[in-house]
């Protein structure tokens, strides 16, 4: 028997002792608190539902694991390291875990924007943890473009996926599919989800279950679309379990449009470039009254699907006779993986399955999330020393936390709404797009609800006048922060076309009822970007209006002085008992 001791590699902390606890005290810290373990929402549910649950949560806490090595290749390592020197009481150890433990990560971009790299010498890749670390956006091309004229064309597709983790392979590259990447972890999922539908109450969540733990199990995308398929169906349900697949992250497969010698090559072979999916996992126990709030919008739905610019000019992903649209409210027990990641901000409601999914070519619909627990006002104090400052008097009767919810109920059905095809053509821009379509489609159609009964004047102002003042932020973004790039756009459109203004005192006023024509307007243009499938007119777009304006930097300042906070992080006190 050998006595060697394997040595833990070691690393060295990034941010100072001083730095460390100023970005983990509970002002530049939130906390967002999911369910605890006395909620009533726990209670209620059937002996069978909680057990089920706690198998659930176990399943959720591998998307960490998984998401971690998606994210950056060192996460894992590092976070042993870290776990090593807390218990060691190391307080540099102990405060940067928390940091680590909030983001999900060694590296992320705090609320004012500013890279934030826990361990000196792990920086992040363009390719995230999803293609080798040392590849440069040069060497990525020049492979695809040899192996393409190699006649590799399956090889190319499976790199090009967005479902695979890329490989060194000699001199070439290799995808892999995640399930067969991740075999040894997906098949523990699936283990935990068979043991959750022998308890579960719902047979419609069981038989999503069951068919989710084969795709888990077993590498085909087809698997993935019947497990989706069923997921997007589900309505009536007393647990929510979502494997989240989102493509933000990777920025190395949304360069490939800027390669014209290679996008012709791809073009010429039927290849799509996908981005790659980040995955996370999300726990929850739907809450009757908020959802049947959130089906109200349902049935118009066709109507706003007509209303749309240019409607007439391409295939709508929401059709007249469409109802496959399904939506809950959920009550949060856990997040993990890439939906719980707080980075600066952590998600409010997820419209999945994406477009690039398998599961429509076999009828599948869609799903809106909406996560109750995130969207609470933590600080109302806060919040209205922020009015104060920021938002003229008379319009303080007008901002309703509330409206923000209904804006984003707005937002993520706007993305069942125009065009289906051609946005994957935007490369690094479509995201951008994307979400300030979703945006603008929220505001420009107020007016026609209000005709259809969905809203009250008052609600329409409470949204138009909430949705201006939030959409000012503390810093300008960088470019890979679509959400927020894309509200600097509609800060810069708005004031340019009247929308708003700022007073002599320094604080907004709204010109209300100039909103939903101006986001109409705004609306038309980012429709026919996006029907160009042009890379060079959705730069140009998101240029001519991604512009910190003077404006913008006054109430910048302002809110700076008034909220500290950097980042955040999760309580998860029912998730955590569960575990035990």
Same mark, same amino acid.
């Given at each position: 028997?050998?006595?060697?001791?394997?040595?833990?590699?070691?690393?060295?902390?990034?941010?100072?002792?001083?730095?460390?606890?100023?970005?983990?005290?509970?002002?530049?810290?939130?906390?967002?608190?999911?369910?605890?373990?006395?909620?009533?929402?726990?209670?209620? &549910?059937?002996?069978?539902?909680?057990?089920?649950?706690?198998?659930?949560?176990?399943?959720?806490?591998?998307?960490?694991?998984?998401?971690?090595?998606?994210?950056?290749?060192?996460?894992?390592?590092?976070?042993?390291?870290?776990?090593?020197?807390?218990?060691?009481?190391?307080?540099?150890?102990?405060?940067?875990?928390?940091?680590?433990?909030?983001?999900?990560?060694?590296?992320?971009?705090?609320?004012?924007?500013?890279?934030?790299?826990?361990?000196?010498?792990?920086?992040?890749?363009?390719?995230?943890?999803?293609?080798?670390?040392?590849?440069?956006?040069?060497?990525?091309?020049?492979?695809?473009?040899?192996?393409?004229?190699?006649?590799?064309?399956?090889?190319?597709?499976?790199? &090009?996926?967005?479902?695979?983790?890329?490989?060194?392979?000699?001199?070439?590259?290799?995808?892999?599919?995640?399930?067969?990447?991740?075999?040894?972890?997906?098949?523990?999922?699936?283990?935990?989800?068979?043991?959750?539908?022998?308890?579960?109450?719902?047979?419609?969540?069981?038989?999503?279950?069951?068919?989710?733990?084969?795709?888990?199990?077993?590498?085909?995308?087809?698997?993935?679309?019947?497990?989706?398929?069923?997921?997007?169906?589900?309505?009536?349900?007393?647990?929510?379990?979502?494997?989240?697949?989102?493509?933000?992250?990777?920025?190395?497969?949304?360069?490939?449009?800027?390669?014209?010698?290679?996008?012709?090559?791809?073009?010429?072979?039927?290849?799509?470039?996908?981005?790659?999916?980040?995955?996370?996992?999300?726990?929850?126990?739907?809450?009757?009254?908020?959802?049947?709030?959130?089906?109200?919008?349902?049935?118009?739905?066709?109507?706003?699907?007509?209303?749309?610019?240019?409607?007439?000019?391409?295939?709508?992903?929401?059709?007249?006779?469409?109802?496959?649209?399904?939506?809950?409210?959920?009550?949060?027990?856990?997040?993990?993986?890439?939906?719980?990641?707080?980075?600066?901000?952590?998600?409010?409601?997820?419209?999945?399955?994406?477009?690039?999914?398998?599961?429509?070519?076999?009828?599948?619909?869609?799903?809106?999330?909406?996560?109750?627990?995130?969207?609470?006002?933590?600080?109302?104090?806060?919040?209205?020393?922020?009015?104060?400052?920021?938002?003229?008097?008379?319009?303080?009767?007008?901002?309703?936390?509330?409206?923000?919810?209904?804006?984003?109920?707005?937002?993520?059905?706007?993305?069942?709404?125009?065009?289906?095809?051609?946005?994957?053509?935007?490369?690094?821009?479509?995201?951008?797009?994307?979400?300030?379509?979703?945006?603008?489609?929220?505001?420009?159609?107020?007016?026609?609800?209000?005709?259809?009964?969905?809203?009250?004047?008052?609600?329409?102002?409470?949204?138009?006048?909430?949705?201006?003042?939030?959409?000012?932020?503390?810093?300008?973004?960088? &470019?890979?922060?679509?959400?927020?790039?894309?509200?600097?756009?509609? %800060?810069?459109?708005?004031?340019?076309?009247?929308?708003?203004?700022?007073?002599?005192?320094?604080?907004?006023?709204?010109?209300?009822?100039?909103?939903?024509?101006?986001?109409?307007?705004?609306?038309?243009?980012?429709?026919?970007?996006?029907?160009?499938? %042009?890379?060079?007119?959705?730069?140009?777009?998101?240029?001519?209006?991604?512009?910190?304006?003077?404006?913008?930097?006054?109430?910048?300042?302002?809110?700076?002085?008034?909220?500290?906070?950097?980042?955040?992080?999760?309580?998860?006190?029912?998730?955590?008992?569960?575990?035990?």
């Amino acid at each position: 028997m050998s006595n060697s001791i394997e040595l833990m590699k070691s690393f060295e902390y990034n941010l100072t002792l001083e730095e460390l606890n100023k970005r983990t005290s509970s002002e530049y810290l939130i906390t967002k608190k999911f369910l605890n373990v006395d909620s009533l929402e726990y209670k209620k &549910l059937e002996d069978g539902d909680k057990k089920a649950l706690a198998y659930l949560v176990k399943a959720s806490i591998i998307f960490d694991k998984i998401y971690m090595q998606l994210d950056n290749v060192h996460n894992l390592e590092v976070l042993e390291w870290l776990k090593k020197q807390s218990e060691s009481g190391d307080e540099k150890g102990k405060l940067t875990l928390k940091l680590f433990y909030g983001q999900k990560g060694v590296n992320a971009v705090d609320n004012m924007s500013k890279e934030v790299q826990l361990i000196k010498g792990i920086d992040s890749k363009i390719g995230k943890g999803f293609y080798p670390e040392d590849l440069t956006k040069e060497e990525f091309y020049t492979i695809l473009i040899t192996m393409i004229h190699k006649g590799k064309i399956n090889e190319v597709k499976n790199i &090009l996926t967005q479902r695979s983790v890329v490989v060194r392979d000699n001199d070439e590259l290799k995808g892999i599919d995640y399930i067969d990447y991740f075999k040894e972890d997906f098949i523990k999922v699936a283990d935990l989800l068979d043991k959750a539908r022998e308890y579960s109450t719902n047979a419609d969540f069981n038989e999503y279950l069951d068919l989710q733990a084969k795709a888990l199990r077993t590498a085909d995308p087809m698997l993935d679309a019947y497990a989706d398929k069923k997921w997007a169906s589900l309505q009536d349900i007393p647990l929510e379990f979502t494997i989240t697949r989102e493509s933000y992250e990777d920025k190395m497969t949304a360069s490939i449009i800027e390669n014209e010698e290679l996008q012709k090559l791809l073009d010429k072979n039927n290849i799509n470039a996908i981005s790659k999916d980040s995955l996370g996992c999300r726990v929850g126990i739907v809450n009757k009254e908020g959802t049947d709030n959130l089906l109200k919008i349902k049935k118009y739905l066709p109507a706003l699907a007509k209303a749309m610019p240019n409607s007439d000019k391409y295939i709508q992903i929401l059709s007249d006779d469409d109802e496959k649209q399904t939506m809950v409210d959920v009550d949060m027990v856990i997040a993990t993986g890439d939906v719980g990641a707080y980075r600066g901000g952590i998600t409010l409601a997820e419209n999945l399955p994406n477009a690039d999914k398998m599961t429509f070519k076999i009828g599948g619909g869609r799903r809106n999330v909406y996560h109750r627990q995130i969207r609470f006002v933590s600080d109302t104090a806060k919040l209205q020393k922020k009015l104060d400052e920021i938002l003229c008097s008379e319009q303080h009767i007008y901002y309703n936390n509330e409206a923000d919810h209904l804006a984003t109920i707005g937002h993520e059905n706007a993305h069942t709404l125009g065009p289906k095809d051609s946005k994957e053509k935007l490369g690094k821009y479509s995201n951008i797009i994307e979400e300030n379509k979703a945006d603008m489609v929220s505001l420009a159609f107020l007016d026609l609800l209000i005709e259809k009964g969905m809203y009250t004047k008052d609600e329409r102002n409470q949204i138009i006048v909430t949705e201006v003042v939030c959409n000012f932020l503390k810093s300008k973004p960088i &470019l890979t922060q679509a959400h927020r790039v894309r509200t600097v756009m509609q %800060n810069k459109y708005f004031f340019d076309n009247g929308g708003y203004e700022i007073t002599a005192y320094g604080k907004i006023k709204v010109n209300i009822d100039k909103i939903p024509k101006i986001a109409y307007k705004m609306l038309e243009e980012i429709i026919s970007v996006q029907l160009s499938g %042009n890379f060079k007119d959705a730069k140009d777009y998101v240029t001519k209006y991604f512009v910190w304006t003077d404006e913008m930097q006054l109430i910048a300042e302002k809110l700076q002085k008034i909220d500290k906070t950097l980042n955040g992080c999760v309580e998860n006190k029912l998730a955590d008992s569960l575990l035990e």
